[in-house]
């Protein structure tokens, strides 16, 4: 284990904590659009091919790619990239940054490049070991698919590379847009091509979702921002081997926790139609408060941890973790407690229509339920990692990771077998692995940083679980006072469901606002912050 830095005294460094809300301000409003989107894309499959034997293959086509992307091409190069990248341009040595990037980018697309080639070769073993389907029919229907998928992972692996470049030079509108344009593509495969190719026109707009945002607007991007790329493969580089030092461990510390949803997705396709697309569904619901929150603020407080880091500004650097660890269960607590008690007409407005039935709703809201319980920690986790990969500290994430997955396995089987939960059971064991990830990460850290303000941390979070039990209650009432109302057809019944949204959210709104006042805690200053900086 690293030893712990300097124990100097703590500091709140308040222009990184406007640089920090200013980014993470750009990264939540283009997200949210990304989000936003990613629902009308669920809305359109949910309402094309409900919640059984078609929606199963589409979701099952994305487990060998998304293992790929994981442990190969994922956040793990990025997470290595951006520290050593960063202190390059911290101390102006531009020409050795670049040609550190040119080199990754040409020797990683070579490497992922062959493994996409062998899973092409071999796709249908490899997708007989990822889902395990009983029926031979969807295990058929789902090998085609994968082959139109996978090469997505080289777009994505070279645009989370010129997307790393770009955050490195503190530039975060351009890839926060790759994902939204992903999602037009396979909101286009499902209203458009789908009418010819049925749910293969899903898989074809997502190929062409990841082509144009992830690599062609990134590239287009990261070329305005004066990218000097030469092709080299000289991976012996001292730089580029301080990449693949911290990448190695990386690849396991952020891949071990993604993996547990294709672990979810594995077992769940041993339990009949329509559990995979349930917990798949539940999942992609989930995404939506951490990739607006949690991966926001990640991805815009990283530049800032790795450039303190680099100074060795040590005291700074421990009060700017601190404050995006806090800011984010100021908002991600209540957003756990608003989903778990508005679950069921979430997914009525969203997902329920055309061949998605009330039956398919009850399915998913009960996996969402169990999954929202776990949002705080998810998104704690996306600070914690980052502070570690600050300080080029990639080994003590991955034994984390490689214990709490270790232990995430078997309760899979526990909840889902031993206790009788089935599919609900993986989301609850997904769920209490990231609760022990997160306390375990944090101890360490705290450790690791010498201190990370955890008293205020502890200090702050009970208040934040007053005032969100607070919120909780009134949101209830809320929902309970609305369920008696009954409105005619299907316009109507979305319109329920609306009202009820809109009605309890803010009820429970504005009961956590007030509490969060007379309670006193000190992160609503800082979110008014983030909203401010988005707004403008």
């Avoid at 890839?175 to 286009?188: C, H, R, S, T």
């Avoid at 039935?357 to 996306?382: D, K, N, P, R």
């Avoid at 089935?422 to 705290?446: D, E, K, P």
Wanted: charged share 10%; hydrophobic share 55%.
């Amino acid at each position: 284990m690293a030893t712990a830095l300097p124990a100097d005294r703590p500091v709140d460094p308040p222009s990184n904590a406007r640089r920090i809300a200013g980014a993470t301000g750009i990264m939540m409003a283009a997200i949210l659009g990304s989000r936003l989107l990613g629902l009308i894309r669920d809305a359109v499959i949910s309402g094309k091919f409900g919640q059984g034997q078609d929606s199963d293959v589409y979701y099952a086509a994305f487990v060998l790619p998304d293992l790929l992307f994981y442990l190969i091409a994922g956040g793990a190069l990025s997470s290595a990239f951006i520290p050593v990248f960063t202190e390059h341009i911290t101390h102006g040595r531009e020409k050795e940054a670049w040609h550190v990037f040119s080199t990754v980018a040409c020797v990683m697309l070579l490497a992922v490049g062959v493994f996409v080639g062998l899973c092409e070769i071999f796709t249908g073993p490899l997708v007989w070991l990822t889902t395990r389907f009983q029926d031979p029919k969807m295990l058929h229907d789902t090998i085609p698919l994968t082959r139109i998928v996978l090469p997505t992972q080289l777009c994505f692996f070279l645009g989370g590379l010129m997307m790393g470049a770009q955050q490195s030079r503190g530039k975060f509108l351009i890839p926060a847009l790759g994902p939204i344009v992903y999602n037009l593509g396979i909101i286009f495969g499902g209203v458009v091509l789908a009418r010819w190719l049925g749910v293969r026109g899903l898989c074809w707009g997502a190929l062409g979702g990841a082509v144009a945002g992830n690599f062609v607007l990134q590239l287009w991007a990261l070329k305005r921002e004066g990218m000097r790329f030469k092709p080299s493969l000289d991976w012996r580089h001292p730089d580029v081997m301080k990449v693949w030092v911290l990448m190695l461990p990386v690849i396991l510390g952020l891949a071990l926790p993604q993996v547990s949803i294709l672990f979810n997705r594995m077992f769940a396709a041993g339990l009949g139609k329509g559990p995979l697309s349930a917990i798949s569904r539940a999942n992609m619901l989930l995404q939506v408060p951490l990739g607006v929150f949690a991966q926001a603020m990640g991805v815009a407080i990283f530049p800032t941890l790795s450039a303190l880091a680099a100074q060795k500004k040590y005291a700074e650097l421990r009060s700017t973790a601190s404050m995006g660890i806090r800011s984010l269960l100021y908002v991600t607590i209540p957003c756990s407690v608003f989903m778990i008690v508005l679950a069921v007409p979430i997914i009525q407005l969203i997902l329920q229509h055309g061949k998605f039935t009330a039956e398919h709703t009850q399915m998913t809201a009960s996996a969402l339920a169990f999954y929202c319980v776990g949002i705080f920690a998810w998104s704690a986790q996306s600070i914690l990692a980052r502070g570690f990969y600050a300080l080029q500290d990639s080994r003590t994430p991955v034994i984390i990771g490689t214990a709490v997955t270790a232990v995430f396995i078997p309760l899979n089987l526990l909840f889902m077998n031993t206790f009788g939960l089935g599919y609900r059971g993986l989301a609850l064991a997904t769920t209490v692995a990231a609760i022990l990830h997160m306390v375990a990460m944090l101890f360490v850290l705290r450790r690791r940083l010498n201190g990370i303000d955890g008293r205020k941390m502890a200090i702050s979070t009970g208040k934040m679980l007053v005032a969100s039990l607070a919120a909780g209650v009134v949101c209830l009432a809320a929902r309970n006072l609305l369920q008696a109302v009954n409105l005619p057809g299907m316009a109507g019944f979305k319109l329920h469901a609306f009202g009820t949204l809109v009605f309890a959210f803010l009820a429970g709104i504005v009961v956590y606002a007030v509490a969060s006042v007379l309670l006193r805690i000190e992160e609503l200053t800082q979110v008014r912050e983030l909203i401010r900086r988005t707004k403008t």
